[in-house]
């Protein structure tokens, strides 16, 4: 018995000592916890795995063009000739902002420069409109599905997304007005659009647009567009930006970035453009903070501004092609739906399976078909609102016709092998 105490001691001994040394740890931020990891790039890992394995990956997880960037980008950053790598203005060097002004007025924008700041990506552009529109705990409307770093960009604001849920059933059109006033509250503050749409590819018409516009000016909520998709609009469908509108210019916000446009991900340049000058200004004082953004990025994104349009034309058939065969062929694998895309270069796909993070880690880590496979981005990582899209995926057609018919074929041995199929009633 003596032995069994003396045991017990020193059992709780030890515990306590680790109590003692874990308190001694410092403790990360409860805003480190809440952040989001990226449900775009968490398959990575199985990925590594896979082509260890040496299976080959067909890549419609991520936003990555493999289309050329334009020869007037790549050749300004051939020819940089400075003696001294020096900062920037915090909002952008003067002759920047004056090419970017000419390019937006060509859109019907009405800009001066003084409306537009120079930001690091457009990912910074987003996260500096949120913080100088929003308090801390105010809310932002989002339809969902969103771009997926919203919610990373909301929770470093200390802002809360409101999502308004749209369908597949409908192709993920705006959902009514009346859904929007139903969530609005005295702590509202924006209202947030991707146009065109990532995920979904869906193109915003200009009746939703005016829709917006009037809720907007109602309840005097920003509404900030986030158009890095605006040059991939398909069909001949018109782009509208609230800089099309009357009556929004304190209140409409673009957010843009030559990523896409340009096929330029990593020049890492975007830009927040607004009218509201003192919006302009309390953006200017978070950019200050920063220092600048990148001087051989804005002298690249300055040159591309001359990109011919025949460059434009070519991109846009491309795509076009690329969307006509994968949402044509994923409609022919049996019990699969997938909308026909307005624009971008992503659609989400409803898929016959029982849950979507398990399917595309399956697809990765289980399954091959002659040693090839897909990489899809989960859809519930681009839904804010918990168990939603469940069954949908988000595919990026950002690959050859060719090897999207070969990711297809690929696609439809792993939906009759994947033991978690489920098939419509």
């Avoid at 051939?78 to 003696?83: A, G, L, P, T, Y």
């Avoid at 930001?119 to 801390?136: D, H, K, R, V």
């Avoid at 907007?216 to 509108?245: N, T, V, W």
């Avoid at 830009?271 to 051989?296: G, H």
Wanted: proline content about 6%; glycine content about 6%.
């Amino acid at each position: 018995m003596a032995f069994l105490i003396l045991q017990l001691r020193g059992l709780f001994v030890f515990l306590c000592c680790i109590k003692l040394f874990y308190n001694d740890m410092p403790k990360i931020s409860q805003k480190g916890v809440d952040m989001p990891s990226s449900p775009i790039r968490k398959l990575t890992p199985f990925a590594d795995q896979a082509k260890k394995d040496g299976k080959k990956i067909y890549h419609l997880n991520i936003g990555q063009p493999d289309i050329e960037t334009p020869e007037v980008m790549l050749s300004a950053l051939k020819n940089i000739d400075f003696k001294i790598w020096a900062y920037t203005p915090s909002e952008g060097t003067a002759s920047y902002r004056e090419k970017l002004t000419s390019y937006y007025n060509e859109l019907g924008y009405g800009l001066t420069p003084n409306d537009i700041l120079v930001t690091n990506g457009g990912s910074e552009a987003i996260t500096f409109a949120m913080q100088a529109c929003l308090n801390p705990g105010e809310e932002i409307i989002i339809p969902e599905p969103f771009y997926a770093n919203y919610n990373g960009f909301a929770c470093s604001a200390d802002i809360v997304i409101k999502p308004i849920k749209s369908v597949i059933d409908n192709g993920f059109a705006l959902p009514p007005i009346s859904e929007f006033e139903k969530i609005i509250t005295s702590k509202t503050k924006a209202i947030a659009i991707c146009n065109p749409n990532n995920p979904t590819g869906y193109l915003y018409s200009r009746e939703e647009l005016e829709a917006l516009r009037d809720l907007c000016l109602q309840y005097d909520l920003f509404l900030f567009s986030d158009e890095a998709y605006r040059e991939f609009c398909y069909d001949g469908r018109e782009f509208i930006s609230p800089m099309h509108l009357e009556g929004l210019e304190e209140h409409a916000v673009v957010l843009d970035t030559v990523s896409k446009r340009y096929s330029a991900c990593g020049a890492r340049i975007g830009c927040l453009i607004t009218k509201n000058k003192s919006l302009y200004q309390t953006a200017l004082k978070f950019a200050q903070a920063r220092l600048s953004p990148s001087l051989e990025g804005q002298i690249a994104a300055e040159a591309a501004v001359d990109t011919p349009d025949s460059y434009f034309e070519d991109v846009q058939r491309e795509y076009t092609g690329r969307r006509d065969v994968l949402v044509k062929g994923l409609n022919a694998i049996e019990g699969v739906y997938c909308p026909n895309p307005g624009g971008a270069f992503y659609v989400v796909a409803r898929l016959p399976i029982d849950d979507a993070d398990r399917f595309c880690q399956w697809m990765l880590e289980k399954f091959s078909y002659q040693d090839e496979t897909v990489m899809m981005a989960p859809a519930t990582g681009f839904y804010s609102t918990a168990d939603t899209g469940k069954n949908e995926v988000r595919l990026a057609y950002v690959l050859n016709t060719e090897e999207l018919a070969a990711a297809l074929l690929c696609l439809q041995k792993g939906l009759e092998a994947y033991p978690g199929r489920q098939m419509p009633v």
